[in-house]
């Protein structure tokens, strides 16, 4: 069974940083797809950043410039890097794989994975 696991998100204040993990079972698809969701209460779940096997990246509008998405490849291991936090960035956050499959652009939509980890709360203070 494919498997993430975000540790922990944590808590930090409005223009700080947080880099919260997801360790991932499966690395060892040639394609695949990895994305970091957040779902705020009231909220859709929706994407934040995505990238594929090849370091191609997306992201979307309210965090570009801001939030950093990243892979260790040897320790199975996708990082979210969030600096500039806001108070709006305050969610659930999830991650989410998708192994094979093909596209030209990253997806962000959360139809697209099929895999997710449990979530992990982020909140940011003002």
């Known amino acids: 069974q494919v498997q993430l696991v975000e540790p922990g998100g944590g808590s930090g204040q409005a223009g700080g940083s947080l880099r919260p993990p997801c360790a991932a079972s499966e690395y060892t698809y040639s394609t695949y797809y990895m994305g970091w969701f957040r779902q705020a209460p009231g909220k859709e779940r929706e994407g934040v950043a995505a990238?594929?096997?090849?370091?191609?990246?997306n992201y979307a509008d309210s965090v570009k410039g801001r939030f950093t998405i990243s892979q260790d490849n040897a320790k199975n291991t996708l990082y979210l890097q969030m600096n500039s936090l806001k108070p709006e960035d305050t969610a659930m956050y999830y991650c989410?794989?998708?192994?094979?499959?093909?596209?030209?652009?990253?997806?962000?939509?959360?139809?697209?994975?099929?895999?997710w980890g449990q979530g992990t709360q982020v909140t940011v203070s003002s």
């Open positions: 990238i594929d096997s090849d370091g191609n990246t």
């Open positions: 989410a794989a998708l192994y094979g499959g093909s596209y030209y652009v990253v997806p962000l939509s959360k139809y697209e994975y099929n895999y």
